[in-house]
């Protein structure tokens, strides 16, 4: 059995999906601002709800699905990182855009400071936080079973997994990249997606069947 923890549902997983989302910011106003940073699909999908206009700034996106939805909601990415770290996004950043005024669009609780990092470059990055997720509570019914392999692809769904069921020794993990996968148990028994995408996490699941 392969479980699929993140908020989408895909063929051939049982979705189990551990964090929910609420929107945080009323409004906001683009025109200040040269790029808009997403590091994730939902902070595009709560920003189209909050204010459309975003779409007539152009955009910096980690990671293929990002730049899609992006694109795909009538945004245009100007920059794409490859690499789904915020750290590379930044180094990114300091190289390509040090002269622009950057909005990062962002949830509550990040694993990087960007703000931060950009700071000790002489870089000022201005931030609105948009969203916060929280854990999704389940019964003991819903524990995965025994020798499951279970797909994380967030920090944060490593934390509400184990706030629900802890973690069984018999269990496999399969996680989006190197940062999820330092959010494990340290006994845990785990493999890292060959590119930072669901579709390869769930191609890496498969393989072990």
Known sequence: MI?????EAHENCIHLPMIKFQMLKKDIIFDAYDLLIFTSK????C?????N??????CIAIGNATAQLIEKLGGTVLYKSEKFYAKTLNEEIVKNFKNKNILYLRPKVISF???EFLASKDIELKEKIIYETSCITYSEEKRPK???????????TIKCFLNNFG?????RAVVIGEVTKKHLPKNAWVLVADEPSIESCIKKAKSLI
């Open 146 to 156: 025994k020798n499951a392999i279970i797909i994380f692809t967030s920090p944060s």
């Open 47 to 51: 920003i189209e709800k909050i204010n």
């Open 113 to 115: 400071d960007s703000q």
């Open 53 to 58: 206009h975003w779409k007539n700034t152009p």
């Open 3 to 7: 479980y699929l923890l993140s908020p």
């Open 167 to 171: 973690w069984d020794e018999s269990y």
């Open 42 to 45: 939902q902070a595009v999908i």
